[in-house]
């Protein structure tokens, strides 16, 4: 038997839990919530695996993470990751977790990642290869390596859009854009829009 609790912000996404269970009857839930201090007084103990959901949003995970593995070591913890908005992959294994896996994955896909992180103690769901590589990769500065949707975001930038109308005019979420302005800020170097288009507009006619 695995004991899993989950940590969310979203009641609805705290079914999971009751899906992963009539799923396979090895998995019995224990706690669905959004405080840790309740979660670490009352069911960390008993729990094999926790599972921080992608809209769970805490302060200072790192701090958090330590604390849990203190009271208990051999806690298993799997994140559930969102590109758009959890930030670098690798900072999250920084933090402590011992597994994570892609935002939107299958309940039967879930349920083998946490079998095998209970076998194998460490696992990173394949489909997030692409991330792993992204941070190790180096950032260039020059602007002809961003890509189309980059150059597209600062263009709207430039004209003065807001985050909510560059999401609306290119059919992706807020957070997309917000992810997206943040990766342009780290490739060229720069801190602020006026800095991007500037250095980007620089790079063009030079």
Not at 29 to 42: A, I, R, T
Not at 116 to 129: A, E, Q, V
Not at 148 to 176: C, N, V, W
């Amino acid at each position: 038997m695995i004991y899993l609790s989950i940590l969310s912000n979203d009641y609805q996404s705290n079914n999971i839990i009751e899906d992963l269970r009539s799923e396979n009857s090895s998995i019995l839930p224990l706690y669905k919530g959004d405080s840790v201090d309740e979660f670490q007084s009352s069911k960390i103990l008993s729990t094999d695996v926790l599972l921080i959901s992608e809209d769970f949003k805490g302060d200072n995970f790192h701090k958090v993470i330590n604390d849990l593995k203190s009271i208990k070591s051999t806690l298993l913890i799997l994140k559930i990751f969102n590109p758009f908005c959890d930030g670098k992959l690798a900072d999250w294994f920084q933090m402590g977790i011992d597994g994570i896996v892609p935002f939107g994955i299958e309940k039967s896909d879930l349920n083998a990642c946490i079998f095998t992180l209970i076998t194998k103690r460490k696992f990173i769901h394949p489909d997030l290869s692409i991330f792993i590589f992204q941070s190790f990769a180096k950032p260039s500065p020059h602007s002809h390596d961003m890509n189309q949707r980059s150059k597209l975001i600062l263009k709207y930038l430039g004209e003065g859009r807001s985050y909510k109308e560059i999401a609306d005019m290119m059919d992706i979420s807020i957070d997309m854009v917000r992810y997206s302005i943040k990766d342009i800020y780290k490739t060229l170097g720069v801190k602020n829009k006026v800095s991007a288009l500037g250095k980007f507009n620089r790079n063009i006619h030079a």
